[in-house]
């Protein structure tokens, strides 16, 4: 069982991260190029971080980019690490780990209904949790909800009120 | 119904008769459902008022909106309710079928029930007891036995107004089922 | 329409088309499933997800921090207050504030009830969906009498609302611990065993269960499954040891586990679960310090907390339940993501390993691997 310090020691020597640090106890954040994602979560599954709990999608609308994050857990060392990788927004594309992982095709479905991020090597990207939606991808920080429903639905009238 | 066998006398029996064995469709849409069980069983007893649970639509007298609609959910209640036989009557329950309850700025649910399906009745609560679903019955049965139950008549002398408000919200179908 | 081991279509012309959809008796929520079947077993299915969902992450972005308290109980129905209990761990761990000894005892003893409530009813729908109605309608009884003792500590049925960022609401009073004390003699001494009798040792509820729905280790680790549905495979692995949070670390308790990954086993293990928090209660109410419930965080409207990120756990009666919350260190959250304990097994679970089984068995599949629709549907 290693401790967090001998397992960031292991990724500044084995990978090329371009940040590492603990968050807290038991929690470590790294940062990755995106040509590196995949040989590195290939690694790091070898090492023992053999759980994927999920793939989170970050809308950061300032920056011009999405921020891919996958949540590895080691049952043996008892450590949460988070990997995390930056895409561009306007042509939001990226790899699959679908050869990994095989649940994580779901979790790129997910992402692709609700951010219109694309995967290539997933070719099944029907529509999972919504149906028939024509507008923006709702996720975005660019979609204002509360416009959307004024447009769309109507208020109930109370009489003398507003 | 043969027309010498409307007056109002044969009427009155038919509403007795029906106010006491009432099916309600086991179908649960949203998150109020869980107050269900407990009405179902033992400690509320709601068999006691004649109203028990049927399994599918063809056969049930009542539908129970439990909660929120959202779109996908709405589509599939209209089926429901249009495979249903006449007379057949609608509850509305919670504060999510009134005015869109906690989610009303939400993208994905309805906010009045009562512009896609007849309401004939609300019962109000977040989520209601028991008790209040107990009385909430009680009271449709006594608008049953004065003949103002009439949502199914409702539905069918303003289809097009529905129908315009549900082909709005839900817009034509592109897969299967 | 996919098969399992290849991209090729399957020859469609001797199967048939089954939705075990949303209107169904036997599915435990608004959930579908749509499979091809030939004879009478399973050969290809699919998930038919998303009727219950809400938009919770986009609510989320648009309301202050104290304000989504009230709402994220809604996102698992079966068992609201894991949800309140991660919210406030996430806050709590971005900003780095301390809960007094007092409100950790309190938030564990009602993560416990909690569990205790949801395995009951958990049981009883179990039996439901073999057709054993008798244990439905003691389950749903049991299981009332805890929710009056949650109404009278926290005022709701269904919803607490009780646990926020800095500690719970307010205190409880001593009379309401030994009222809690009463009834878990009485649940432990008088009910406990008539569901042994009518319910584990009857005859064809084992025949029923045994050999149905086997899930062994492998596919479980590859899929990231957690909770009872993997400890029934051998392997001890529990959120509660392995990432204490609240007063788990101050109490002695042991996990049980089971040999056989079959329906049986499962429902033999949550069984066994429920005399473990009773016994975990006891611990807690005995050795409860005094002192505070509370951190005084100022204006509750103005709730602040610096830059940072946190990805926080907690076990729910079904397994590892995590949200990742992101703060830009304004007034509102800038993104909460909600994993949900049954997203592998509702989504790809059903893919990969539902064929194979009889089509009278599906309910009991679905019931037993403890899949929850509002916590993938969102």
């Known amino acids: ?162 | 119904m043969k027309e010498k066998y409307k007056s109002s006398k044969w009427q009155e029996v038919i509403n007795w008769a029906q106010k006491r064995s009432l099916f309600m469709l086991h179908y649960c849409t949203g998150c109020g459902a869980i107050e269900l069980p407990p009405t179902m069983t033992s400690r509320y007893d709601m068999s006691r008022f004649g109203i028990g649970p049927a399994a599918t639509p063809r056969q049930a007298d009542i539908l129970l909106i439990t909660g929120y609609l959202s779109t996908k959910t709405l589509r599939r209640v209209v089926y429901t309710y249009e495979q249903m036989q006449d007379p057949k009557f609608v509850m509305g329950f919670g504060s999510c079928t009134i005015n869109g309850g906690m989610y009303w700025d939400s993208y994905n649910t309805i906010k009045q029930l009562d512009k896609y399906l007849p309401v004939d009745l609300y019962i109000a609560g977040c989520m209601p007891r028991p008790e209040a679903i107990l009385e909430g019955f009680l009271d449709l049965k006594e608008k049953i036995e004065n003949g103002e139950a009439k949502g199914y008549k409702k539905y069918k002398e303003e289809y097009e107004y529905y129908k315009t408000n549900q082909k709005k919200v839900l817009g034509e179908v592109k897969r299967r089922q | 329409m996919k098969n399992l081991n290849g991209g090729n279509t399957m020859d469609k012309s001797k199967m048939t088309e089954m939705f075990f959809g949303p209107n169904h008796p036997g599915v435990p929520g608004n959930y579908g499933i749509n499979y091809f079947y030939e004879g009478d077993t399973v050969v290809s299915a699919e998930p038919n997800a998303g009727h219950l969902h809400r938009g919770f992450e986009k609510l989320m972005e648009e309301r202050e921090w104290i304000k989504n308290t009230a709402l994220v109980c809604r996102i698992c129905v079966m068992e609201p207050d894991i949800n309140e209990m991660v919210y406030a761990m996430g806050y709590e761990a971005i900003g780095e504030i301390e809960v007094p000894k007092r409100a950790q005892y309190i938030r564990s003893i009602i993560l416990e009830m909690a569990r205790i409530q949801a395995h009951i009813f958990s049981i009883g729908g179990n039996c439901g969906a073999i057709g054993l109605y008798t244990a439905m309608h003691w389950g749903v009884l049991a299981r009332d009498y805890i929710l009056d003792l949650f109404e009278e500590i926290t005022g709701g049925r269904v919803y607490h609302i009780y646990i926020r960022p800095g500690g719970v609401r307010h205190d409880i009073e001593t009379s309401t611990f030994q009222k809690l004390l009463d009834l878990l003699d009485d649940l432990e001494k008088n009910r406990m065993p008539e569901f042994e009798k009518l319910i584990f040792e009857n005859p064809t509820a084992q025949k029923r269960w045994k050999s149905t729905a086997v899930l062994n280790q492998e596919d479980a680790l590859r899929l990231g499954v957690t909770g009872p549905t993997l400890r029934a495979t051998g392997l001890e692995h529990d959120v509660r040891k392995l990432m204490p949070y609240g007063a788990y670390d101050e109490v002695d308790f042991e996990i049980p586990t089971g040999n056989n990954a079959d329906a049986w086993t499962r429902m033999k293990l949550k069984r066994d679960e429920i005399f473990q928090s009773i016994n975990i209660i006891r611990q807690l109410i005995k050795n409860i310090p005094d002192g505070p419930v509370s951190v005084n965080l100022g204006n509750a409207l103005k709730y602040r907390i610096p830059k940072g990120e946190a990805y926080v756990k907690v076990e729910s009666g079904r397994g590892e339940y995590g949200y990742y919350m992101v703060s830009d260190g304004s007034l509102k959250p800038y993104r909460v993501h909600v994993r949900g304990t049954s997203t592998p097994l509702g989504l790809y679970g059903v893919e990969a390993l539902l064929p194979g089984t009889r089509i009278e068995d599906v309910p009991v599949w679905a019931h037993s691997l403890g899949i929850c629709p509002p916590e993938f549907d969102r």
């Open chain 1, 1 to 162: 069982m290693k401790t967090e310090n001998e397992v960031i020691k292991l990724i500044k020597e084995k990978l090329n991260p371009l940040e590492v640090n603990k968050l807290r106890a038991q929690n470590l954040a790294v940062k990755l190029e995106n040509e590196e994602l995949v040989s590195s979560l290939n690694y790091l599954k070898s090492k023992g971080y053999s759980h994927l709990a999920t793939i989170s999608c970050v809308d950061w609308i300032e920056d011009n980019e999405f921020e891919l994050v996958y949540h590895l857990f080691s049952y043996e060392d008892k450590i949460n690490i988070s990997v995390k990788t930056r895409i561009d927004r306007k042509k939001s594309k990226f790899v699959t780990i679908k050869n990994l992982w095989a649940v994580a095709q779901y979790y790129e479905r997910d992402i692709h209904d609700f951010f219109g991020v694309e995967f290539e090597g997933n070719d099944d990207m029907e529509e999972l949790i919504l149906e028939n939606w024509n507008d923006t991808p709702p996720m975005r920080k660019d979609f204002k909800t509360r416009d959307y429903v004024n447009e769309k639905f109507e208020w109930r009238e109370y009489h003398g009120q507003k």
